[in-house]
């Protein structure tokens, strides 16, 4: 659920203090940006997803090129949040009184990037709907038990990352057994929304206009306790290797950590420090192994790849050290010809990602 782009006459300088003002932590200043901006003309839509959801943006990208510390992206996140909040508070910039159905917004389980949502629950409001937003981490009982007391018409169901694909496809086919049609939206449905359509949701948008616009045609309800299980949407899950994959993830894990100090030397010398980050880096790799194999999408895979290697060089941490950890549980998942077919295409992928390292003696650490 991003933005769209927009043009607006000062629209880019007022990125640039909302920008400026989250950089510094300036709560206030940020606020008095944005609701300033609306109260000299600026659409509070435009306001919400082409101000607040771009510099969003930017604080995500500036993170991922090691420009904003992991603090600082928390810390700009919530305060535009609280901005969010002001505007929607504000009694002369709040939307309207609701007139149409209700509707559902929610994070699904596990999933704590709750801002997209928050901002297409304000597009909402302000375009009339009864808006219920219940933030991030909901978890699939309780989201049920809600459309049951609320009698809610749709549900919008939002995740960031790819991981929780499962855990999506859990709580679409769960809102449609009661009767409730799931629109799809956020960045781990996959940027043309393959993802949301593999698993069966009934309606999915690159973005939070669209999804008004989708949501303004209606949809269909599903039958209710028409009840369908996994392999009816994914029937490659057959094979097991995605259970098996989860099932033994610390043993992986563990494993891949032991064969990697054999294949990549510089970790002997590593600090406790560095062997925990990497550590939770195999953990991720193995994560989206994971939602690889239950989307049966290589792809997926492949682009966690060569983003977690960019990642790693902006933080000076040699990348090519995701080559062995990738042939390692290449060899532990030998038996698994979809794995293997997708840690291949990633190795691949990374060495042409990658420029070649130097030799021993050049000058330069691996």
Known sequence: MTAANATHPGLTAVRDRLWTAVRAG???EACAVVVGAVESGLDPETALLDVIGAVQLRVGTEWAANRLTVAQEHAATAIHERVVAALAHDPEHRGPAPSRSRITVACVDGEWHALPARLLAEVLR????????LGAHVPTPHLIAHLHQTGARVVALSATLSPHLPTAHAAITACQAVGVPVFAGGAAFGTDGRYARALG???????????ARVLDRGLARPEPLA???TVDDLPH????EYTMVVGTRRELLKEALVELEDRFPPMRAYSDRQRQ????DIGHILDHLAAALYVADEDLFIDFIAWTADVLTARDVPAHSLDPALE????????????TRILRAARDTLARHLPAPRKPGDGQHV
């Open 26 to 28: 300036d709560e206030y």
């Open 126 to 133: 302000r375009r009339g709907w009864q808006v219920d937003f």
């Open 201 to 211: 949701a009934d309606a999915w948008a690159p973005h939070a206009r669209e999804a």
């Open 227 to 229: 009840i369908r299980q």
């Open 237 to 240: 899950l057959t094979d097991q």
């Open 277 to 280: 980050r990497t550590a939770e």
């Open 328 to 339: 390692v549980l290449g060899l532990r998942l030998r038996d698994f010809p979809r794995a």
